[in-house]
């Protein structure tokens, strides 16, 4: 299986504030990468697939790069409604897999 | 809009077989794409289990292979979820899934159900 490692863990952060996530892979996937978000007792919400396509209606302050191993999603000006658990998931086996998480917190 | 929802027991006992089915609406599961499961142990990350085309077609997650079968009722608009010999470390909450496209990303999601192993 392909790992997927997030970092960080968890981040503190103040409405407003430019957050970025890092997902590595164990092995090159490409582009086959999407991001989630996901909030407590909720489903994920797919917000960028391929590493840097937009998912309709996610709002543009969120912006996903890289290729490869490494990839980083972008959140450009933090608002009260992305507090939320963040997830990146590789999609370039089967064998789908997911990165452990990155809680984003308030400040 | 695709809906999925899932149902089936909350609670089963060790050894026993957890059984759950994901009801698609506002959409044919005979369409190109393919239908997933995928679980998150209470506090944890994301596991995806397997997925099935609507022909039948599976493919499983290595490390639940030899536990896991998925089924399809395309006359019924379902499908289905079974997990053999479970233990406790199976309690978690089920998701289903549509994959957009073969091998791919997850753009429509259940509300997913919390099962729990214990006696």
């Known amino acids: 299986d392909i790992q997927m490692t997030q970092s960080p863990s968890t981040l503190s952060a103040s409405v407003g504030d430019r957050v970025t996530i890092t997902c590595r892979a164990s092995q090159s996937i490409s582009i086959w990468l999407a991001w989630y978000q996901q909030k407590p007792g909720r489903a994920p919400k797919l917000l960028i697939y391929k590493a840097s396509s937009l998912e309709s209606g996610v709002p543009s302050r969120f912006s996903g790069s890289g290729s490869g191993t490494e990839f980083t999603l972008t959140i450009s000006s933090l608002q009260p409604d992305d507090f939320a658990t963040y997830y990146c998931?590789?999609?370039?086996?089967?064998?789908?897999?997911f990165g452990q998480g990155t809680k984003v917190e308030i400040k | 809009q695709v809906q999925l929802q899932e149902s089936g027991p909350g609670l089963v006992k060790p050894s026993g077989t957890l059984s759950l089915t994901c009801a698609v609406s506002?959409?044919?599961?005979?369409?190109?794409?393919?239908w997933s499961w995928v679980r998150q142990p209470p506090g944890k990350g994301l596991e995806w289990i397997g997925e099935?085309?609507?022909?039948?077609?599976?493919n499983y997650n290595p490390s639940l292979k030899s536990r896991v079968t998925i089924s399809v009722d395309t006359s019924k608009n379902q499908f289905s979820l079974k997990l053999d010999s479970v233990t406790a470390a199976d309690t978690a909450v089920y998701y289903c899934a549509r994959d957009r496209e073969t091998v791919s990303y997850f753009d429509y999601w259940g509300q997913g159900t919390l099962v729990t192993v214990s006696s």
């Open positions: 099935i085309y609507h022909s039948g077609i599976t």
């Open positions: 506002g959409g044919s599961i005979s369409s190109t794409n393919w």
């Open positions: 998931q590789q999609y370039n086996s089967y064998s789908r897999t």
